[in-house]
């Protein structure tokens, strides 16, 4: 049987994906986010995997209760637990890990991510065991509240493997942890089932129940966690503007001039307020916004005024207002930015 929590927040990962759509490519932040994107994408699909495994085997068995994404705090102390199963012998709480690379564990249990040939990549990787012993902490502080005094109910530290292709290398069975892979998931429940029941009451089963009661809803501040304002997620052509009097590009952030930058081969319009400021516009949307904004111009000047002015040219390719030189033969106009952009010539 498996029990549901409450969830009051949208989905984190719905949640990334609608401001990657609004957040420009050119951002700060983008490849943080998009790289922790990945991440919790690749760990959801992970525990997804497990919980379906879990349903399949033992959704209908009323000696498994499970619950999933189960979230605790505990005097200070949080814990936001993958899956945690009660059987009659006991809880054991199963820490889901999606990892890609072969995984070998030394003697001094050290997780280490290695190749297919066994060659250490030298990446740091956290020892999940411990990372589940906070949880299971947690889960005890709780417990003993719940029941008035020290629980004696057996609480089993689990690692599931969730990719079928990672290879565990120098694990040795323990009696203060189990590493699995996922096909090793539903032997490992059986074998549980098969112990005696421990002699508490509450049991797991009925304790089980009352840890839904502790849970915290995730409440998640995307914006507040990247730093991020309104404002960064403007569309593009309304994060600059086109200033007719000064003929020049303004950032509609802090209405500062915008400057022109190149970097390697990609022009792009910067605040002049940067580092305060980091609004950041690729110039071929600042060539649209000029042109749109001049062309707006000049449909609403009045016809008298538009027989004593010049009509005002913009750069194609930056937006910059065009300037006039003169040769021997001829006026022409030209970008004024033609060391940056690409050299533009209108006669």
Known sequence: MILEVPEFEPNILEQMQGILKKLPDTHPKYKRIESDMRKLASGNAGENNIAYHIKFWFGNNHNVIGVHNLTLEQDGRKAQIDYILAVPAGFLVIESKSITQHIRIDNLGNWV????????????????????????????????????????????????????????????????????????????IERCLQRPAVPSQPGPLELIQQFTQYHIPSQCNLMERYG???????????????????????????????????RKDNLFWGCSNYPSCKNIVPAQIVALVSKDRINKHEKDKSFLSSLFSNP???????????????????????????TLCKYYREK
Request: aromatic share 6%; glycine share 4%.
């Open 228 to 262: 991020l304002d309104y404002r960064d997620l403007l569309p593009l052509n309304e994060r600059v503007s086109f200033d007719i009097e000064s003929k020049s590009i303004k950032c509609t952030f802090c209405d500062a001039r915008m400057i022109l930058k190149k």
């Open 113 to 188: 991510k290695t190749d297919a040939k066994g060659t250490a990549q030298n990446k740091g990787m956290y020892n999940p065991v411990e990372q589940n012993r906070r949880h299971i902490a947690v889960l005890k502080d709780l417990s003993n509240k719940i029941c008035n005094s020290e629980t004696t109910i057996p609480f089993g530290n689990v690692i599931v493997l969730s990719n079928p292709d990672t290879i565990i290398e120098g694990y040795k069975p323990s009696k203060q942890y189990s590493v699995l892979k996922i096909d090793q998931l539903r032997n490992f």
């Open 312 to 338: 005002i040219r913009t750069c194609p390719v930056c937006g910059s207002s065009l300037i006039i030189k003169e040769n021997r033969k001829e006026k022409y106009h030209s970008c004024p930015n033609a």
